[in-house]
């Protein structure tokens, strides 16, 4: 295939707006002799929206479950249900996560074996599980007996979810098939994802709230959670298929059962051998690690919220929903043209830009959420979380440009196994730092009631130390060089994928 019909891949997205705006949603884009049309990506994010929804549904009454199994225990005085539920909500969190950091090698390697639809699918059906073991006791133990063991349902529902939580990784290694490995495509490719989250974030919290509170209790936001779990299964079931065609694959071993490099390739250590032989990948890393570290305050949040501020189960699934409208409209819609005229202006340095500024942006912005003494004041603070959401679309695409298409899956797997080692070290660190401020005692008491956020704060100026390391070893430019000199790269082999196949 020559450069024209290559540029007119399944993944085209317009380097100038002059051109117009050409993304997959709008315009329908010629691959030789295939046409790909608008919808063509809807089925894919529709199906992600509708299971991320499904969690965030249950973002803000999660809390509530956890003290609905402590109550059913005998507990019935109200100061150590709050301790004994940030306890919880810590340990169920750590539970998820560490088994999270060996599956993920396991479930981002055998898309590359087995492709992404294979997996996606077993994720989904796991999904839908781990959701109606959540059902409340009045729902779930009118089928078991007994009604005393609900804490071991959310241990299970948790279990469930650590052994089988890759539907974002393998997304992304689907956008990334299809992306044609150009550095303004990558990021507004992932942007997508972030459009999904906002959208997703920002009617789940809040719709649960609302069902929370006009029926005063938790089944029904359970019941809609299962709902758009099974919708989101129905939509991947019968309307994607695979974005990695069989000549892409990784190749299995004639007797796979048999390979040393077969089973070692699912294993977290392949992922670890990846960042020993590419130092690039490596300096990324650790600035990925420490974002999500400092990110992963957010979950406590809902509870940090609660107790500082009084805030009711409704206004924290209101600020959610903002948090997921803004990250929304700045990475999904005003990402591409940010990135555009930045590139414009600045081609040997927009990317390093899209990096720095928004992890500054970051650490500053969790410095003043500690500030803070009134929670309404936290709603002008969300400016700042829409610009420190460029960061890690802009970081994943440098990345993944450099990497070859049958290690699309294990890579951005990877990403994802760095961000559980994250949120284990956020769940240990910060329900602790909270626990500590609640009881006014150790080192919360020292740093006083917003503690929880100078901890972040601190963490994500790490991140934005180790990005200016790693953007002066490894300039995002050189990556794109390598990039075009490689070929390899160019893995989304759009030209070898027909794309009217993905309806």
Not at 230 to 238: E, G
Not at 469 to 492: C, Q, S
């Amino acid at each position: 295939m020559n450069s024209t019909s290559e540029d007119r891949g399944c993944s085209d997205l317009l380097n100038s707006e002059d051109r117009g705006r050409s993304d997959l949603f709008n315009n329908g884009i010629n691959n030789g002799s295939q046409k790909l049309r608008s919808p063509s990506l809807l089925p894919l994010l529709a199906s992600l929206f509708f299971y991320l929804l499904s969690i965030s549904l249950l973002i803000p009454i999660f809390p509530d479950l956890i003290a609905l199994s402590i109550t059913q225990e005998g507990t019935d005085d109200e100061d150590e249900i709050e301790i004994l539920t940030t306890e919880r909500y810590g340990l169920l969190q750590v539970i998820k996560s560490v088994l999270d950091l060996f599956s993920l090698s396991v479930l981002g390697a055998l898309s590359d074996y087995l492709g992404r639809r294979r997996v996606l699918l077993f994720c989904l059906i796991m999904a839908l599980i781990q959701v109606i073991l959540l059902s409340p006791p009045q729902i779930l133990f009118n089928f078991w007996s007994g009604n005393d063991n609900y804490y071991d349902c959310l241990i299970i529902s948790r279990v469930l979810s650590g052994i089988s939580d890759g539907v974002i990784p393998i997304t992304f290694a689907s956008l990334t098939d299809l992306s044609g490995g150009d550095a303004l495509r990558l990021p507004i490719f992932y942007g997508k994802v972030g459009l999904v989250l906002g959208l997703a974030f920002t009617t789940g919290p809040i719709t649960g709230a609302i069902l929370y509170g006009a029926t005063g209790g938790i089944s029904v936001p359970v019941i809609v959670s299962i709902s758009s779990c099974v919708i989101s299964l129905c939509i991947y079931y019968f309307k994607v298929n695979d974005t990695l065609p069989p000549s892409r694959r990784t190749g299995l071993p004639i007797r796979w059962w048999k390979s040393f490099e077969f089973w070692f390739s699912l294993t977290p250590l392949n992922q670890i051998k990846f960042l020993l032989t590419s130092p690039l990948l490596g300096a990324y890393v650790v600035v990925y690690f420490f974002h999500e570290f400092a990110d992963s305050v957010y979950m406590s949040w809902i509870i940090y919220f609660e107790w500082r501020f009084n805030w009711s189960v409704m206004l924290v699934g209101i600020y959610i929903s903002f948090v997921g409208i803004v990250v929304g409209v700045f990475q999904g819609i005003l990402l591409r043209p940010i990135t555009v005229r930045l590139n414009a202006a600045y081609p040997n340095s927009f990317e390093t830009k899209l990096m720095l500024v928004p992890l500054l942006v970051s650490t500053l912005h969790f410095a003043i959420v500690g500030v803070v003494s009134k929670g309404v004041l936290l709603f002008p603070l969300l400016l700042m979380s829409g610009i420190g959401s460029f960061c890690l679309p802009v970081l994943r695409g440098v990345v993944l440009r450099t990497q070859r298409a049958e290690n699309f899956g294990a890579v951005n797997s990877l990403f994802s196994t760095i961000g559980v080692v994250s949120s284990i070290s956020g769940n240990i660190v910060y329900p602790r730092v909270l626990k500590s401020s609640q009881e006014g005692t150790g080192f919360g008491a020292m740093l006083g009631e917003g503690g929880l956020n100078y901890v972040a704060a601190a963490i994500m100026s790490l991140s934005f130390f180790a990005a200016l390391r790693a953007t002066r070893l490894y300039n995002p430019v050189d990556t794109g060089n390598l990039a075009k000199g490689g070929g390899d790269n160019k893995a989304a082999a759009v030209d070898e994928i027909n794309c009217n196949e993905l309806l």
